[in-house]
Each structure stands twice: as structure tokens, then as C-alpha cells.
């Protein structure tokens, strides 16, 4: 039982570069997120897909792109890397019920360092 | 500023005492869960609540959601070290949900 796969896990960056983090889940949910968690932040929303097709910015979409390539995969993009952008990420998936009553399920996070 | 305020941001507390965490908002959400997180994982579902006024218990922990679907609260008894970790609230809106700012439990034995 995958659930929820991210790749990499561990990358590092030199300010100006770019790259992809890749997300994946097997349990054909609809919705679809992308966090970012740094010390004393919790989790903070950077883009969500509530259904294949669709994607919407959420608190802290600046520096991001994304794209719902079909039901099971999510991919986050860092066109330009800034040391601001140093965190620990984390790509969800949910069934995507209304209201928002579902569980999250998460991968187990890339971490990215931006030098 | 983060729509959900967690308080204390870090419990360091010895086994057997009892604790409650506060989760704070000033919007209202359609279900607030709470969340736990080991060092190097993602977090895991602890419980849902989604009634104003909503109690529920899982063993040792109590949920509580408040009348207004503004606030939250885990209470946890005889806390054990196998309790400590990173909780999470996160409030329910239409497709998305926001965490809290998180509180780092520490039980000692």
C-alpha cells in the first residue's frame, strides 16, 4: 500500500535554479495539496487541485507553479529557487468530500535546501 | 498571520501528568481535525470533529470542538512519552484545509 509517494526526498538548490517535486497517490482521491512546513509554522497551504483539472492558490502561492497532470499525480514546481523557499514539503491527498470533512493523507516530504 | 493560533507552542511535561492544547480561530470551519507528527514523517489523523459542541474520546485524548466552530481543544490524561510529537489542528473550508501553528509535546519518563 503506497498511499501518497513524493520524489525527491532530499534535495539541494542553488539560488536561481529550478526544479520539480513530484507527488503520487493510488487511492484515486480528487483532491490533492501541496504544503510547506517550517519551525513554528505548522503546515501552510502553497496550492491545492480539488478535483483533476482544476488548481487553486492557497496561503503562500508566491514562487510556486503546479500541475494536476491527471487524477493520481500532483507536481509542484519551483520556477527560480530562493533560500526563502528552504523547507520541508509535503503533498496530501484527500477524497475531496463537501464539506471538508475527510482525512488527509500525506507523503512522507521532501526535504529542500536552497543555498 | 495564520487563520489558526495553537497554544503552548512547545509542553514539556513528566509521565503521568495531564494536558490540554488549544486550537484558536476567528473564522468559523466546517470540521476541525487534529493531527500528530513524528520526526521525518507526515502527519497522521488523530480525529474529526464536526458538530458545534462536539466531545469526542480516543483512549487517553478528548477532542472538543467549540459551539461555533471557531475553536478546539485536546486534552490528554496520564500523558505516556509514547504521546510526544508534533499536534496539528487543521480547519476544514470548501476543498482545502488550514493548519495550525502546531504544539511540540515532550513526555518525560
Known amino acids: 500500500n503506497a498511499g501518497v509517494t513524493q520524489t525527491p526526498k532530499f534535495q539541494v538548490l542553488k539560488t536561481g535554479q529550478s526544479m520539480t517535486l513530484q507527488c503520487a497517490q493510488d487511492?484515486?482521491?480528487?483532491?490533492m495539496y501541496w504544503y510547506r512546513q517550517d519551525p513554528g509554522m505548522g503546515l501552510r497551504l502553497i496550492y491545492y487541485s480539488a478535483s483533476e483539472g482544476t488548481t487553486d492558490k492557497g496561503e503562500v502561492p508566491n514562487g510556486y507553479n503546479v500541475s494536476r497532470l491527471n487524477k493520481r499525480e500532483f507536481s509542484l514546481r519551483l520556477e527560480s529557487a530562493a533560500p526563502s523557499q528552504t523547507s520541508v514539503y509535503f503533498c496530501?491527498?484527500?477524497?475531496?468530500?463537501?464539506?471538508?470533512?475527510?482525512?488527509?493523507?500525506f507523503g512522507e516530504g521532501s526535504r529542500l535546501t536552497v543555498l | 498571520t495564520q487563520l489558526l493560533e495553537q497554544s503552548p507552542q512547545f509542553l514539556s511535561i513528566q509521565e503521568g501528568e495531564n494536558l490540554t492544547v488549544y486550537c484558536n480561530s476567528s473564522s468559523v470551519f466546517s470540521s476541525l481535525q487534529w493531527y500528530r507528527q513524528e520526526p521525518g514523517e507526515g502527519p497522521v489523523l488523530l480525529v474529526t470533529?464536526?458538530?458545534?459542541?462536539e466531545v469526542k474520546k480516543l483512549k487517553r485524548l478528548t477532542f472538543q470542538f467549540g459551539d461555533a466552530r471557531k475553536d478546539s481543544s485536546l486534552h490528554i490524561t496520564a500523558a505516556q512519552p509514547g504521546d510526544t510529537g508534533l499536534y496539528l489542528c487543521a480547519g476544514g473550508r470548501t476543498y482545502k484545509y488550514i493548519f495550525g501553528t502546531g504544539t511540540r509535546l515532550k513526555v518525560l519518563a
Open positions: 470533529v464536526v458538530t458545534g459542541g
Open positions: 487511492m484515486n482521491h480528487n483532491s
Open positions: 496530501a491527498s484527500s477524497e475531496g468530500t463537501v464539506p471538508n470533512t475527510g482525512e488527509l493523507f
